[in-house]
């Protein structure tokens, strides 16, 4: 039994209802759920899979997410995210899941990060294992105020991996929750192709 369950009940991310713990959706806000995911090439090439638009329901679903204390939103989008995986990447055996690391002014302290729950349960649901593999080497600021060109320079050479014979060879998905530029995301898949990762894939929540 997972501990959030038995202080959270399991809410449709949409509209916020009780639901099932298996779930993600109500059965009236399914309807929403039915956009086609999105494939999105950043600028190295690599490919990222992202679920939702960041906009209507689903933006307002993340931001009670990062922002409003909806932690628990993590086991509905690792069920999404699962789905995703099944349906658009059965095809590619991955050696293990990994998550865009926390801010480094975040990282001793934070007792809960939202990427890495969602990767972790994600993992958990496709029999998958989860590793730890990034961490930023210098302080950088948060994205989401920043135009493209300075979402770049932000975060360029701003991640190591932690351990490079992890990476070496392996097929790797790193999770993040939304990507708007892909400056985050091509950062730390350069950061892993560096380390002799074989091959790399994203994926996020909302686009
Ligand atoms: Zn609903």
């Known amino acids: ?23 993600a959706f109500c059965d009236d806000c399914i309807k929403y759920s039915k956009e086609p995911v999105r494939y999105k090439k950043l600028c190295n090439g690599i490919v990222c899979i992202s679920r939702f638009r960041h906009e209507g329901l689903a933006r307002r679903a993340m931001l009670s997410f990062k922002y409003n204390d909806y932690r628990q939103f993590y086991l509905q989008y690792s069920i999404i995210l699962s789905e995703v995986i099944k349906n658009e990447l059965s095809d590619i055996s ?34 998958v294992v989860f590793r730890e593999t990034l961490y930023e080497s210098r302080n950088i600021d948060s ?17 190591r991996v932690i351990n490079k014979d992890e990476v070496r060879d392996k097929t790797i998905l790193i999770f993040d929750d939304i990507v708007t530029t892909g400056a985050t995301l091509t950062a730390c898949t350069n950061e892993l192709l560096k380390a002799g990762a074989k091959k790399v894939y994203c994926i996020t929540v909302n686009h």
């Open 1 to 23: 039994m997972n501990i959030d369950r038995l202080f959270f009940p399991s809410r449709c991310i949409f509209c916020g209802k009780v639901i099932g713990f298996y779930k």
């Open 94 to 127: 991955f050696d293990f899941y990994t998550c865009v690391p926390p801010h480094k002014h975040n990282a001793g302290k934070l007792h809960f990060y939202g990427v890495r729950a969602i990767a972790v349960h994600t993992a958990k649901r496709n029999n």
């Open 143 to 159: 994205q989401h105020k920043l135009n493209a060109a300075q979402r770049r320079t932000n975060v360029l050479d701003a991640y």
